[in-house]
């Protein structure tokens, strides 16, 4: 089950953390995968941990915060890579501020890279997939797009952004064998919650019913299902992986 031998993948925000680990799933199920952000020194390391592996990936250094540039650079994939059978929008920004202190810069700033930027990405590559009347769009969100989460409005609002894009798109493609779907997270283990204080951390397992913080393998998880022919009747859903954060 959830083999994707013969697909060719491409996620976004690849060079570490939730997109890291997608990307090592979805090769190590028999996907090809375009493993994009801005770094490329970390993405030629994915890449090469991949290949050792023995899967099969190509590194795309990518700016989703530089919209008008997006669909040129994309046209830079090889021949062999362009055909994307399973789009995983991941990559996202945080510039956190409560209301009354948050700068038009960071809203606008957010909602460029996490909402633009992610439709951007997929117009360009769902122009291809309505030739070949397949593919799969995912879509990583989060649960506070869901339920809101003080001094992150910016960021509530394009996470929230994508669920309603996604559930549009799902009704605009379905007819073409395209389903569309949202992965929303709630507290992972990432780099940015390791450097929380021990309190701080013991303190968010306490709001979570399963009692811990998700790990970046139960995101990658969650994506796989939906990138798969399993889930092929499942489109304009929100997969809600937070451990019973939000129920």
Known sequence: MFRLTGKTALVTGAS???????????AARGARVVVAARSADKLAALAGEIAAAGGAAHVLEL?????????????????EWSAIDILVNNAGITADNLLLRMS????????????TGTFVVTREFAKGMLRR???RIISVSSVVGLMGNAGQA???????GLIGFSKSLARELGSRGITVNVVAPGYVETAMTAALPAEVREGLSR???LERLGKVEDIAAAVLYLASEEAGYVTGHVLNVSGGLYI
């Open 16 to 26: 570490q953390g939730i997109g890291a680990a997608v990307a090592r799933t979805l």
């Open 63 to 79: 700016d989703l915060a530089a919209s008008a540039a997006i669909a040129e650079r994309l046209k830079t994939l090889p021949a």
């Open 104 to 115: 038009l810069e960071q809203w606008e700033e957010v909602l460029r890279t996490n909402l």
């Open 133 to 135: 009347r397949a593919g």
């Open 154 to 160: 910016n960021y509530a609002a394009a996470k929230a």
């Open 207 to 209: 709001q979570i019913p």
